[in-house]
């Protein structure tokens, strides 16, 4: 049994963009746990386990549901959770793309409620993790505004489901379904 998630992955050259944007602030932070540049995606929804049942209802809705179009997405701003003063998770966030994935979001969470399959309901937030601090630090030295210095875009084109569970170097694609 797995740990799986919904979401959108990052293209390789956008990670390697977004790494060179991004490591002059997190190198201040390497002795927190970075994560690793194989495993950044914005989430879209965090499910956890499933039993198999579940698990092939999951991926029959996401072969069979109409999920969009392909979107244009940036990355340009940093944040924290629960906020740049006192972070314990450090995030580079959307700011081309939000509402799209916002709306993306919304579907696959009533989609997942239609199936009865339990999922993290905090609000949904586009962001990828780049670091988890050990405790709360000020993170707002990080970037002016937290804006990073050039803009990193994409272009959304699949929803992909993962599994998480015991993959240290990257996530497993158990689903991988296109945007129109």
Same mark, same amino acid.
């Not at 199936?115 to 002016?144: Q, W």
């Given at each position: 049994?797995? %740990?799986? $998630?919904?979401?959108? =992955?990052?293209?390789? +050259?956008? #990670?390697?963009?977004?790494?060179?944007?991004?490591?002059?602030?997190?190198?201040?932070?390497?002795?927190?746990?970075?994560?690793?540049?194989?495993?950044?995606?914005?989430?879209?929804?965090?499910?956890?386990?499933?039993?198999?049942?579940?698990?092939?209802?999951?991926?029959?809705?996401?072969?069979?549901?109409?999920?969009?179009?392909?979107?244009?997405?940036?990355? %340009?701003? $940093?944040?924290?959770? =629960?906020?740049?003063? +006192?972070? #314990?998770?450090?995030?580079?966030?959307?700011?081309?793309?939000?509402?799209?994935?916002?709306?993306?979001?919304?579907?696959?969470?009533?989609?997942?409620?239609?199936?009865?399959?339990?999922?993290?309901?905090?609000?949904?937030?586009?962001?990828?993790?780049?670091a988890r601090m050990r405790s709360a630090k000020?993170?707002s030295r990080l970037a002016d505004n937290g804006?990073?210095?050039?803009e990193v875009s994409f272009d959304a084109q699949?929803?992909?489901?993962?599994?998480?569970?015991?993959?240290?170097?990257?996530?497993?694609?158990?689903?991988?379904?296109?945007?129109?």
């Amino acid at each position: 049994m797995g %740990r799986y $998630f919904i979401g959108i =992955p990052i293209p390789p +050259e956008a #990670k390697k963009k977004l790494k060179v944007q991004s490591w002059p602030g997190l190198s201040r932070y390497k002795e927190e746990k970075l994560v690793s540049q194989n495993k950044w995606h914005y989430t879209l929804a965090f499910i956890g386990q499933l039993d198999p049942g579940k698990l092939e209802e999951l991926k029959g809705l996401l072969q069979v549901f109409t999920w969009g179009e392909a979107f244009r997405m940036s990355i %340009r701003n $940093f944040g924290a959770f =629960p906020s740049l003063d +006192e972070g #314990k998770i450090l995030w580079a966030g959307c700011e081309k793309g939000s509402q799209e994935i916002t709306t993306l979001a919304q579907t696959l969470r009533r989609q997942l409620d239609n199936l009865s399959i339990s999922y993290d309901d905090k609000p949904f937030v586009p962001h990828i993790t780049l670091a988890r601090m050990r405790s709360a630090k000020n993170l707002s030295r990080l970037a002016d505004n937290g804006k990073m210095k050039q803009e990193v875009s994409f272009d959304a084109q699949e929803l992909v489901l993962f599994d998480s569970q015991d993959h240290k170097s990257s996530y497993a694609v158990v689903e991988s379904i296109k945007l129109a």
